[in-house]
């Protein structure tokens, strides 16, 4: 009796999510399968009347042959790198400071919150005038402290183009970051802050020895998804440089876009699709695995 109403349960729970599997399985799944495969065949727009056919490898060969795919795998593991690390100590940091009792606690931590309600390509537009070479705010602040003597073309450049398309990208994505860090930091107990505050503990060795480690599950969540979000990083970058200068910020996703929508070949646009997809998927295994490793 008891294994028939277990069954039952068993059966009435498969019941139940099987609908939202559908959903997710045709919505989420099959275009990522159907994307997969589209990056094995010879399929361009032009070309599209006479159907599709298989080339094996031939659209992963080509852009490894031309070096495009390794250009952009390339940049886009410097520009996540860069983001990502950026965003986890200066949330962190900027968490710490704004969870203390400071004048203006509110309205700094509103203040804060600005850049997440910008939308993206608003946020894009405002960094390209605030970069600007003649008028923009960024070149008349450096030279009136005495850091540059002449103005200096951002995303014209192609030693500065990535790192200015990271500022941006770093200011659109830290808001978010901010408040999940701020978040675990005030689910921390304040007893053991005074404990050790009793015992003589400093601000430094509260921060490293009660902070950082209790905050360890928190950070782990923010940094896989700020890879995520850094990974698909499409319309800021679009926006203000398009790829260029020569390629300087073409990152996979704007490798894909192009090949997709400005060469009109839907075959490597989709390889280059696949790579991005496993180089996240790839990272994420690893990490969760790392993670889950040192636990132990």
Known sequence: MVTRLRVRDEFFGLALILPASLIVGALIFLPVAQSVAMGFVDYTLRRNQDGVSWNNFANFVYLIETGELWNSWRITLLFVIGVVTALIVA????????????????????????????????????????????????NFLLRRVGMIEQPISWLASIQWALPSVMVASFWRQFPFVFIVVLAGLQSIPVELYESAMIDGAGFSRRVFSITIPLLRNVIRVVILMSVIQSFRQFPLVWTMT?????????????????????????????AVATVWLVTVLVFSVLFT????????
Do not use: H
Request: hydrophobic share 50%.
């Open 91 to 138: 949330a962190v940091a900027m968490a710490i400071a704004l969870n203390q009792r400071i004048p203006g606690q509110r309205l700094l931590r509103s203040v804060v919150l600005l850049p997440w309600v910008t939308p993206t390509m608003i946020a894009a537009l405002l960094w390209m005038w605030i970069l600007q070479p003649q008028y923009g705010v960024a």
């Open 242 to 270: 398009g790829g260029g200068p020569i390629d300087a910020t073409e990152t996979l996703a704007v490798l894909s876009y192009k090949q997709s929508f400005v060469n009109l070949n839907f075959g490597r646009g989709s």
């Open 289 to 296: 695995r790392l993670v889950r490793t040192r636990e132990y």
